[in-house]
């Protein structure tokens, strides 16, 4: 399998966020009025919190579409695992841009691996849930083992975890870090991304700010060491 470089992943994402960074008003332009603010959900009930992960359909994350356009011309199957991990970030950082930092999701999008020969069935993409993961140590070792089991049933090319910094309780990997290790101040929020292959993985935090106004910014990325910032234990044997 390949290994992942990164490199591709971070070009990428430098490009959307250039595209994506807001145009100064002309002078005697007006400000566009900021969005509504978003309505809170409401509190999830006690057997919400205690429910395991599942493998449906994770909210607020890509369809086989979005998916499709993040990818351009490449199949799910075929594309390097950073330019799958690119390919699903694309909707979820636009989803931010639109509705703001409560559209994080903290979810795991596992490779599909090719159609077996002959069929004309295209495999589906893996999306899981896995915001009770990072509730405590606990939770975190029976989620690796959902996903590894996952993983292997579904013979999936790679995985890629994104999750807000905001939600995790456990392992704050930032913690106690020297600045050259973590560049952001502790308080900073954003987006973890952890891209794994069977022979290698790769990790990112990519800052995002939301102002009182609700105007929404995509900020600096920065490759962290897995050794140090991996959030989740290796889900493919190596």
């Known amino acids: 399998p390949r290994a992942l470089a990164g490199k591709a992943f971070a070009a990428r994402l430098d490009a959307f966020r250039k595209a994506a960074a807001p145009v ?5 332009d007006k400000p566009a009025a900021p969005p509504p603010p978003a309505k809170k959900a409401a509190p999830p009930s006690a057997a919400a919190k205690e429910a395991p992960p599942t493998a449906a359909a994770a909210a607020k994350g890509p369809t086989e579409q979005s998916l499709s356009e993040g990818l351009g011309e490449q199949l799910p199957w075929e594309a390097p695992p950073e330019d799958f991990a690119a390919g699903c970030l694309q909707p979820i950082l636009k989803r931010f841009l639109a509705e703001g930092l409560v559209s994080l999701p903290a979810v795991v999008y596992l490779q599909p691996a090719p159609p077996a020969k002959g069929s004309r069935e295209e495999p589906s993409l893996g999306q899981i849930s896995i915001k009770p993961a990072f509730a405590s140590p606990s939770t975190l070792a029976q989620c ?3 996903l590894q089991g996952k993983a292997a049933e579904a013979r999936a090319r790679s995985a890629v975890l994104f999750v807000r910094k905001a939600l995790i309780e456990y392992p704050c990997v930032w913690k ?3 600045k050259q290790e973590w560049p952001f101040d502790a308080k900073a929020d954003g987006l973890f991304m952890q ?8 990790v990112y935090f990519t800052q995002l ?4 106004g609700g105007v929404c910014s995509v900020g600096e990325t920065v490759q962290l060491d897995p050794a140090t ?3 989740m234990p ?4 190596t």
């Not at 100064?24 to 005697?28: D, K, L, V």
């Not at 891209?195 to 790769?202: A, L, Q, T």
């Not at 290796?234 to 044997?237: D, G, N, P, Q, S």
């Open 24 to 28: 100064a008003p002309e002078e005697g």
């Open 144 to 146: 690796a083992d959902f």
């Open 176 to 178: 106690e870090k020297r």
């Open 195 to 202: 891209c794994e292959s069977h022979n290698d993985r790769v």
């Open 209 to 212: 700010t939301e102002s009182k």
């Open 234 to 237: 290796r889900l493919f044997a």
């Open 229 to 231: 910032f991996a959030l």
